[in-house]
């Protein structure tokens, strides 16, 4: 054996000698408030304030429906949630996913995951919601709305934000709490709004009478909304600087989903029953303006761009402050080329900066193929974090399965526990699927799919060579 690396008796891949200690070096920064902060506010992005509308058009004006369409989505995101959290409460470990991968998957799943988490879904995700946070700002603040204003804007907020989060950790984190306190604050007063001076009863019974008569069709139309609920595996990936985190990550994983879909549906029939269905479908995009100035005065009807751009700011703000320990935590299983530099802490910074380096690069080249694809329409109907988010969609089951078949938190004790325990990663399983497939539908996203699939089996590949050559 290569006196530089070892192999656990498990079969996980060889790693450099000493990382079994590494998480020595983490300082448990942030609190159960942060990760549940990090989950609600990363899932939270400016979609929801601009969902309504399209919701009630695909149940034709139903807002039970509509509900019942939210219920729907979540499922992938609460018990895909809640079999996560068996996987964090057995393991503290650096990126989350990627070190439930190597202790419960094996080395080859493990490449796969890791990879993808690192140098793809994560990094596109991070790109375009930098992007986003351009698009809301020109809106937000009457700046020139061009696609090159957007990208410049949302290059210097990916900057800003990679350097409060490495120099000042602790400062991401409070910008998380804060802009999570914000974007959920108009949730709740919609939601309040709609259930004191309209009533949410009649247009939800009204609504359960007419759904025969509304046919299937509208369940297809759930699979877009399942988008506002993504992102939150990311919170995983600072584990080991979460306070007490075999404890603490398992509770935000499984109470976070929850309340994002309260504050979803409460805004939804709030917004719905206080303007009415009829009303919100005909002002579409419009209708959060419309609700704020009927409550508040004209003045009101610029608020939703500045609520949008801070969602956006705040989810931004949320992937940057996890992407940047993904490449170490890849390190750290020894499942990437130059682990040991990857490795290093900086001993002012208490941070991997190497690997905040790298994770800065990948993002700034992902931002680039967006703008290619963009200005040559290749994906007319989207952009390029759809692909990345559907095919993590198909990724996530590995754990789901491996939940099914050997459940990581151990035996139940009880025959309603162990059918509790299979149930609930089998609809993880089934919803997360479903969510994918529907998300492929377009055929112009194939190619791009095929490239993606084809990066991750490469790099499966090699490091597949890579770990034969040092047991050599």
Request: one cysteine or more; hydrophobic letters at 55%.
């Amino acid at each position: 054996m290569n006196r530089e690396t070892q192999r656990t008796d498990a079969g996980a891949p060889a790693r450099p000698v000493g990382t079994e200690h590494i998480h020595d070096a983490h300082v448990e920064r942030y609190s159960l408030a942060t990760a549940l902060s990090l989950i609600v506010g990363i899932s939270i992005g400016s979609g929801i304030f601009f969902k309504s509308d399209n919701i009630l058009i695909a149940t034709g004006g139903n807002v039970a429906l509509g509900v019942a369409m939210f219920l729907l989505a979540a499922t992938t995101i609460v018990f895909g949630g809640l079999t996560l959290a068996r996987f964090a409460s057995q393991t503290a470990g650096a990126g989350g996913p990627i070190a439930y991968a190597e202790q419960f998957l094996g080395p080859h799943r493990l490449t796969f995951i890791g990879w993808n988490f690192t140098f793809v879904y994560l990094p596109i995700v991070t790109g375009i919601i930098c992007w986003v946070v351009g698009v809301y700002a020109c809106m937000a603040f009457g700046l020139p709305g061009g696609f090159w204003m957007q990208m410049a804007i949302g290059l210097a907020f990916l900057l800003a934000c990679f350097v409060w989060n490495v120099c000042w950790p602790r400062l991401g984190g409070w910008f998380a709490n804060a802009t999570t306190l914000f974007k959920v604050l108009p949730l709740i007063v919609v939601g309040i709004v709609g259930i004191l001076f309209a009533d949410p009863t009649s247009y939800l019974t009204e609504g359960i009478q007419q759904a025969p008569a509304a046919g299937a069709g509208w369940i297809i139309a759930a699979a877009p909304v399942a988008f506002a609920f993504d992102g939150w595996t990311a919170a995983a990936g600072i584990a080991p600087e979460i306070k007490n985190s075999k404890r603490n990550l398992p509770i935000a994983l499984v109470t976070g989903p929850a309340i994002i879909l309260t504050l979803y549906i409460a805004y939804f029939v709030g917004i719905s029953c206080f303007l009415g269905p009829q009303e919100v479908m005909a002002a579409g995009d419009a209708s959060l303006s419309l609700l704020f100035v009927e409550l508040f005065g004209p003045q009101a009807a610029t608020w939703p761009n500045l609520i949008a751009f801070i969602a956006v700011a705040g989810t931004a703000n949320g992937l940057v402050l996890s992407i940047l320990r993904m490449p170490y935590a890849l390190a750290a299983v020894g499942e990437v080329p130059f682990e040991k530099q990857l490795l290093k802490m900086n001993p002012t910074l208490r941070f991997p900066l190497n690997s905040a380096l790298v994770a800065l690069g990948s993002v700034l080249l992902w931002m680039a193929v967006h703008a290619f694809v963009t200005v040559n329409g290749l994906l007319p109907n989207g952009d390029i974090s759809e692909i990345a988010v559907g095919l993590n969609l198909f990724i996530m089951p590995l754990f789901y399965v491996q939940a099914m078949l050997h459940d990581p938190a151990g035996p139940a004790a009880t025959r309603t526990g162990r059918i509790k325990r299979a149930v609930v990663p089998a609809l993880a399983t089934v919803s997360s699927l479903a969510v994918g497939i529907s998300s492929f539908a377009d055929p112009t996203r194939w190619p791009f799919v095929g490239v993606l699939v084809a990066l991750l089996a490469a790099a499966t590949f090699l490091m597949r060579k890579r770990r034969a050559g040092l047991q050599a």
